[in-house]
């Protein structure tokens, strides 16, 4: 055990951890200020979830990373088979159908399907990244990408299949493709954006994305939720108010960082960014003195999945961005959520690891895609 401890890379697990504690502060408040939905129980789950993720980190962190590069079809496969069970057997909870039953808990695929993409990608970009400059082979390294987000969206989870399709195009930028094929991309995803909002969304999700054009064209209705986030985030000052003074719908999921704000204030909002931006400084350092092009991906893909998925959280409970039922990282309740980036953490803690242990391949400086 001591020896586990010894091998951490405490400037990635001590900041993690504090997050997660700030976390558990934050629901113990919002239980003092009597909002029905957050209990004592609801806590204590969250707490195992904590728990049980820093427990999966650890594990990941004791295996050579090189080793990722054998799971990858069954990591695929498994992950299609949980989101293929959840439509089957899952539990449908504000219209979508995205939660698996196991007890006490409710396990979401869909989470864990970022860390399978993060895997898939890394490891397709550092076999075939000198060949990224043909089309053909990023189209390729998309098909696996979209067989995951099709049944992502039969939930539908339009939230995290936004943010996987963002970090498998955050990886394909990074990984040195050519401008002419990412503006390529950009004007297909405008015309499947255009397919979607004609065929594919539903009238509530258009509602969201109109809403985000302007709040207060409904600001009892579909505007609700971001008029009274931005109210919560507001009321929170300088340092924060004791008791919840604007009520806010799903406080402690995806409006989480609304409550935090009211709760914390500016002050607490800086601590978090500044825990942030350390850990993810501290993640660079490891991409930049990892020898080959596989951790490096690995990295970045773990970046991507906090930066991206930080972004859209704040963005809408700003009112800057659709609301789309997305969990702020290391902060929301919900146990799926906590332990996949828990699990990312793993994988941070792996390529520091072994990085530099016996039986590394290094790639010549003339075929890394990140010289």
Not at 71 to 77: A, I, K
């Amino acid at each position: 055990m001591s020896k586990l401890f010894r091998s951490l890379d405490w400037l990635i697990v001590l900041p993690v951890s504090i997050l997660s504690i700030m976390s558990v502060i934050t629901l113990f408040g919002f239980n003092m200020s009597n909002i029905p939905m957050v209990s004592q129980f609801l806590i204590t789950k969250h707490i195992i979830s904590i728990v049980l993720g820093f427990v999966f980190a650890m594990i990941i962190s004791q295996i050579d990373y090189r080793s990722f590069t054998t799971l990858v079809q069954p990591l695929f496969f498994t992950i299609i088979g949980f989101l293929i069970l959840v439509l089957i057997f899952g539990n449908r909870v504000n219209g979508a159908k995205s939660w698996i039953d196991i007890g006490y808990f409710n396990f979401q695929p869909a989470e864990f399907a970022k860390a399978v993409v993060v895997i898939i990608i890394a490891q397709y970009f550092s076999r075939y990244h000198h060949k990224l400059n043909s089309f053909g082979y990023i189209i390729l390294s998309l098909i696996p990408v979209l067989a995951i987000i099709f049944f992502i969206l039969l939930q539908p989870d339009f939230g995290s299949a936004i943010i996987v399709i963002l970090v498998w195009l955050g990886m394909l930028i990074f990984g040195g493709v050519r401008i002419k094929h990412i503006l390529i991309l950009g004007f297909i995803g405008i015309l499947i954006f255009i397919s979607l909002w004609l065929w594919g969304f539903k009238d509530y999700q258009k509602d969201r994305i109109l809403t985000f054009l302007n709040p207060t064209t409904d600001p009892l209705g579909s505007g609700y939720n971001s008029v009274q986030s931005v109210k919560s985030v507001i009321s929170g000052g300088i340092t924060g108010v004791r008791d919840q003074v604007v009520a806010v719908p799903e406080i402690h999921t995806d409006f989480i960082f609304s409550g935090f704000a009211q709760q914390w204030g500016l002050l607490g909002i800086s601590i978090y960014f500044i825990i942030i931006i350390l850990m993810i400084s501290r993640m660079i350092y490891i991409a930049l003195n990892s020898q080959d092009s596989f951790p490096k991906m690995i990295v970045l893909g773990v970046i991507l999945c906090i930066v991206v998925q930080l972004t859209i959280n704040v963005g809408m409970n700003l009112g800057i961005m659709p609301i789309t039922g997305v969990p702020l990282p290391f902060m929301s309740y919900g146990g799926s959520s906590m332990v996949l980036y828990w699990i990312l953490i793993g994988f941070i803690l792996s390529v520091q690891n072994y990085q530099l242990s016996k039986g590394t391949i290094f790639m010549k400086d003339s075929q890394d895609i990140f010289v």
